[in-house]
């Protein structure tokens, strides 16, 4: 059966007290938005259709690589006014589920298990029972168990304040039926809007089944309305995401202190310790080790390598059993060949590092190509920028780099050459050259200190 797909995102959510729509607020590092959207395009025969309002405009921007069908609702009227500007769009011999674009925790495994009810003549409601059901529309059963009604909080009676099971928004109606039903919605009720939920009576009364399924939680369907909320989502997120990756191999030495904003993947023995983010997509092969307060962006480690503390690694390749950190700093276009050692106060950029070769302190090697088993002494840098354009430094194999040296590139040092410690090299150093550029040492007997005045 075709599925169309639909979001609710139009809501100005003034509770957050922020310049951005609400659902472009984000849970573990991605918009709320953007989450249910993933999440639903995981579904067969999935049409989108999302409909924006209040800043609607940041929201399509936003979300524009999903291909959705845009609908704006600029004075919203409730749920059901909401499906009625999408109904135009819904096919004749689909069935239509009912997303919200604040409920980012939903998952495409309970979206499933409504879509393998659907039919042209059920509706699959989702419910869920709560100790408080306070703020929530009751779900209203007749004697024999059947659903016959949602009700809402402030229209609901004393007897119905007390039922337990309650409405969480998302639903699954067959659309030969749903397309009569919305336009029969009507808001006499104590808010003055249309509400999706009056659908369950209408499908009663229709003799259309109405069967429910329940969420594996309650975090699943719970929205965001302030940035507490916003918040307690977050963590309950990220618990998910750490007992994921433990069950999955990894020790993470404290589960409350890591952040995934992406997606991580782990190889068996993965040691994590605490207070380490990670963003984008990062994959650690097997053994690897992770120190305290490190920080990974779109990065790949291979197996058995180790970051010590403090260190940071983005868009970057490590090859295996390399040793780099602690304060170490990774930037854009870093690649790491197997065994190489990037130490404490290393900086590197668009740094192709060869096997075995070490950087172990206090350098800058930025746009460099650098061949196997190099050392590089304590606070060498590579000359990489004139002011206007940036130069390659090119490192051939078994070269030796003494201390303070200064490569000015372009320059190109072949392979097993030596660079004196203190050297300012501007010019090509030959293979097994040594290189000295320095200014002669001056000792003048006898020098009078400067003094106070």
């Known amino acids: 059966m075709t599925q169309d797909i639909v979001i609710l995102a139009a809501g100005k959510g003034s509770r957050m007290k922020s310049a951005f729509s609400k659902v472009l607020h984000k849970v573990g590092g991605i918009a709320m938005v953007r989450r249910v959207l993933t999440t639903a395009s995981t579904l067969e025969n999935a049409n989108l259709h999302l409909v924006v309002g209040h800043q609607g405009e940041q929201v399509e921007a936003n979300c524009q690589d999903f291909s959705a069908n845009i609908v704006w609702q600029n004075d919203p009227q409730g749920t059901g006014d909401a499906l009625r500007r999408v109904a135009p769009f819904l096919q004749a011999d689909g069935a239509t589920l009912t997303l919200y674009g604040d409920v980012p925790l939903i998952r495409a495994s309970t979206l499933q298990k409504m879509t393998a009810l659907s039919n042209s003549n059920t509706l699959v409601l989702l419910t869920i029972s709560l100790d408080n059901p306070t703020g929530y529309g009751r779900i209203v059963r007749d004697e024999q168990g059947k659903v016959t009604a949602i009700v809402e909080q402030k229209d609901a009676s004393a007897s119905e304040l007390a039922i337990k099971e309650v409405n969480t928004g998302i639903l699954l109606a067959p659309n030969a039926h749903l397309q009569a039903w919305l336009a029969a919605l009507t808001n006499n009720n104590a808010q003055g809007e249309y509400y999706l939920t009056d659908v369950i009576a209408m499908a009663a009364r229709d003799g259309v089944d109405i069967v429910t399924v329940n969420p594996e939680n309650e975090a699943e369907v719970a929205g965001v309305n302030d940035r507490v909320q916003l918040a307690a989502l977050e963590r309950e997120l990220q618990n998910q995401q750490a007992i994921r990756l433990m069950q999955n191999g990894a020790t993470l030495l404290d589960p409350s202190r890591i952040d995934v904003r992406g997606e991580l993947v782990t190889g068996n023995d993965v040691i994590i310790d605490v207070n380490c983010v990670f963003e984008g997509k990062v994959t650690l092969g097997a053994g690897v080790e992770i120190g305290p307060n490190c920080h990974l962006k779109n990065c790949t480690v291979g197996d058995n390598t180790i970051i010590k503390s403090n260190t940071l690694i983005e868009d970057s390749q490590v090859g295996e059993s ?48 650098m061949g196997a088993n190099v050392n590089v002494g304590a606070g060498t840098i590579t000359c990489n920028y004139d002011g206007v354009n940036k130069h390659k430094t090119q490192v051939a194999d078994n070269v030796f780099i003494g201390s303070n040296s200064s490569l000015v590139a372009p320059v190109q040092i072949e392979e097993g050459a030596t660079i004196a410690a203190g050297s300012t090299i501007t010019k090509q150093v030959g293979e097994k050259q040594l290189a000295f550029a320095r200014a002669r040492q001056t000792n003048k007997d006898n020098w009078p200190r400067p003094t106070k005045k």
Do not use: M
């Open 322 to 369: 390399c040793d780099i950190g602690p304060f170490a700093r990774l930037r854009p276009g870093t690649q790491l060949a197997n065994k190489a050692k990037i130490g404490n106060f290393v900086e590197t950029k668009k740094a192709i590092i060869g096997e075995g070769s070490k950087v172990n302190h206090l350098s800058y090697i930025g746009d460099t190509e």
